[in-house]
């Protein structure tokens, strides 16, 4: 298990939660379900409303629930102190554990981590996707959401929703992390969510079930996979052919 992220997804995703275009048209070609009936057209109404509302919550510095291509994630600006200290309050989460930060893109990653050249190939090779990046920290984010380390995650979900939230709320990173209390299992589908998170938040974005599987936490640059998750034998390979060694895996 990792500091970085959604911890074991179990317990820190954003992940896990690690949300792209904001028109209904787009969000119902990624999800690949095609809206043909009123009742369809009214369920896509109703997530593009939910991320215009998770948006404006974000902007006013109050905690969501956001789909990602893993688990839900807990989000809140990443750049805001006071933010960053609900969602710890949200998870019950021990304040010496790092929190990861979501964005849309690699080059909005560079506003706030400053990667190698390598971590940089490799965020360009991976992302978006279910991956968790550990990179050089930007020092202007907040000690809150870094526990005053110089690294941080980065998650890039390829989740459309999760995609179009974070565009909405650009260049503000938001908070990656599962929307669980702290040592709960996380949560792949709305309908169990702790009622204590629930109540907590601002706004659920519910996009229907998540594959619930783990991002893989990796440290390109040094050469390490924190946890093995989804795509962890591409990751692997890439990192011992850059490398010409294989990468150091925690807990194997």
């Known amino acids: 298990?990792?500091?970085?992220?959604?911890?074991?997804?179990?317990?820190?995703?954003?992940?896990?939660?690690?949300?792209?275009?904001?028109?209904?048209?787009?969000?119902?070609?990624?999800?690949?379900?095609?809206?043909?009936?009123?009742?369809?057209?009214a369920t896509d109404r109703g997530v593009a409303d939910a991320?215009?509302?998770?948006?404006?919550?974000?902007?006013?510095?109050?905690?969501?629930?956001?789909?990602t291509e893993t688990v839900y994630g807990l989000g809140a600006d990443a750049t805001d102190s006071a933010a960053?200290?609900?969602?710890?309050?949200?998870?019950?989460?021990?304040?010496?554990?790092?929190l990861s930060l979501g964005v849309p893109t690699v080059d909005a990653a560079l506003r706030?981590?400053?990667p190698s050249d390598r971590a940089l190939r490799f965020m360009r090779a991976f992302l978006p996707g279910p991956v968790t990046v550990v990179v050089d920290a930007d020092p202007s984010l907040p000690e809150a959401l870094?526990?005053?380390r110089d690294r941080v995650g980065i998650r890039i979900p390829?989740?459309?929703?999760?995609?179009?939230?974070?565009?909405?709320?650009?260049?503000?990173?938001?908070?990656?992390?599962?929307?669980?209390?702290?040592?709960?299992?996380?949560?792949?589908?709305v309908a169990t969510l702790d009622a204590a998170v629930r109540?907590?938040?601002?706004?659920?974005?519910?996009?229907?079930?998540t594959p619930g599987t783990e991002s893989t936490v990796v440290d390109p640059e040094r050469n390490v996979v924190h946890r093995r998750?989804?795509?962890a034998d591409a990751i692997a390979a890439w990192l011992e052919d850059e490398r010409g060694a294989e990468p150091t895996v925690e807990g194997s």
């Open 158 to 189: 390829d989740h459309e929703v999760a995609l179009a939230l974070f565009e909405r709320v650009a260049p503000t990173p938001v908070t990656a992390t599962s929307a669980n209390v702290s040592g709960s299992p996380s949560v792949t589908d």
């Open 51 to 67: 991320i215009d509302a998770a948006a404006a919550a974000i902007e006013n510095g109050q905690t969501v629930v956001y789909p």
């Open 112 to 114: 706030h981590a400053r």
């Open 84 to 98: 960053v200290e609900r969602v710890f309050e949200v998870k019950g989460r021990d304040r010496s554990k790092p």
């Open 229 to 231: 998750g989804a795509m």
């Open 1 to 41: 298990m990792t500091e970085f992220d959604e911890t074991s997804e179990a317990d820190d995703d954003a992940s896990g939660v690690d949300l792209d275009e904001t028109s209904g048209a787009d969000l119902d070609e990624a999800s690949g379900t095609h809206f043909d009936d009123a009742s369809d057209a």
């Open 146 to 148: 870094t526990a005053g």
């Open 199 to 209: 109540d907590a938040v601002a706004v659920v974005v519910d996009a229907g079930p």
